[in-house]
């Protein structure tokens, strides 16, 4: 595996272990597309170190186990925001 892989998989990791982000945010972070994000951390993180892939695993279920929670909040403040005008 390219080594620019390997250490933007590993900054990537970090990433998400420290600030728990979803993909779609990291993504945005990194200037890299979620799909990037994504591939990274399923497909090629657990053949470079599979115990931090199974840390990450956990985060990206619990957020996308979260998803539709965000998702009815984001849709809550809109029609607020848009009571008060």
Known sequence: M??????????????????????????KVFGISKDTVYKDMAERLPKINPQLAKEINQILAFNKAARNIRGGEATRIKYLREART
């Open 2 to 27: 390219n080594e620019y892989i390997e250490n933007r998989v590993h900054e990537v990791a970090s990433y998400i272990i420290s600030s728990k982000q979803t993909v779609r945010k990291t993504a």
